[in-house]
């Protein structure tokens, strides 16, 4: 693929995704609104921009990964964003994790300029971002994600790019519904846990049986080892989650969907950033599910 690549927001996940690009012989234009990434970034081949609308002057492809769905708007719509330059037959895609009915929004805005916009949410984390090994759920026009598709199996797992449908905003609410799930599972973990503990029953051994069982999960193995372990250096923040969970009560509010499970997920979550663990890992609601249970824990 000739075609110059933008790519704006170079965060946790961002900037490995972006050195990924630059491995395997893109350009790649860069901004974030903290220059050390992106002087990093250029130290590795990368062309620094000054601004959304600079990145979008120079390539055909734009991607975003921002924090939140505000930022996703200032990027694409706002002073000097994607909009003001963006060029006929550009793609945007949106790795963000926002709302979907933002992310609507803002692909009409795209296509009135003559562009196409796929949101394409990810998940894996930072170890998945580092490791170029994430979950790619993508939303919008198959075309368009034919064209982009090279550039997605640099930064992901090509067998898990998965076109969720069509629409603009499916890719999103998959990103929702992979969040909902996680957060059942994490909750779960952490009250059989705090069981464990509590009965005197060694939970290292209680994550072993179940590892070998039905209720085997992702979160069990790699989350059970992190509360096992007191270890909740961040691989997704906490306050990151908390907005995630944010978007999913709003997406089920919006459609009339009942998620009674997520809403008690999201209070522990809020309990964890009222406490201070905001930029803990968000397998640290463990924390506070041991902490009702009057369970002494670490929670660094």
Do not use: W
Request: hydrophobic letters at 50%; aromatic letters at 4%.
């Amino acid at each position: 693929m000739s075609e110059n690549v933008g790519f704006i927001g170079l965060g946790v996940m961002g900037r490995p995704m972006a050195k990924h690009l630059l491995a395997k012989g893109h350009s790649v234009v860069v901004f974030n609104r903290s220059t050390p990434a992106v002087t990093e970034l250029v130290a590795a081949g990368a062309i620094a921009a000054s601004s959304p609308a600079d990145v979008a002057s120079q390539a055909s492809i734009i991607i975003t990964m921002v924090p939140d769905t505000p930022d996703v708007e200032a990027v694409i719509a706002g002073p000097a964003g994607i909009l003001e330059t963006m060029a006929t037959g550009a793609v945007v895609i949106d790795m963000s994790s926002i709302s979907p009915v933002a992310t609507r929004r803002l692909a009409a805005l795209v296509a009135a300029r003559g562009g196409t916009m796929l949101d394409a949410p990810v998940s894996g984390g930072e170890v998945g971002a580092i490791n170029a090994t994430l979950s790619i759920m993508v939303g919008g026009d198959s075309d368009a994600l034919a064209r982009v598709r090279p550039l997605l199996e640099c930064m992901g797992n090509p067998e898990r790019i998965v076109h969720v449908g069509p629409e603009p905003g499916a890719g999103q609410t998959c990103k929702i519904c992979n969040q909902i799930a996680i957060g059942g599972a994490l909750a779960g973990v952490s009250e059989a846990f705090a069981l464990a503990r509590k009965a005197g029953v060694d939970p290292a051994r209680v994550r072993e049986a179940l590892l070998g069982g039905f209720a085997a999960s992702r979160v069990l193995e790699v989350h059970g080892e992190r509360m096992l372990k007191h270890n909740y250096v961040p691989g997704f923040r906490a306050r990151l989650y908390q907005k995630d969970l944010r978007l999913a009560n709003e997406a089920a509010a919006a459609i009339g969907v009942a998620i009674p499970a997520t809403a008690v997920v999201s209070q522990l979550l809020n309990a964890l950033v009222a406490a201070g663990g905001a930029d803990l890992d968000y397998s640290a609601l463990s924390t506070v599910l041991f902490d009702l249970a009057g369970l002494d824990t670490p929670k660094d």
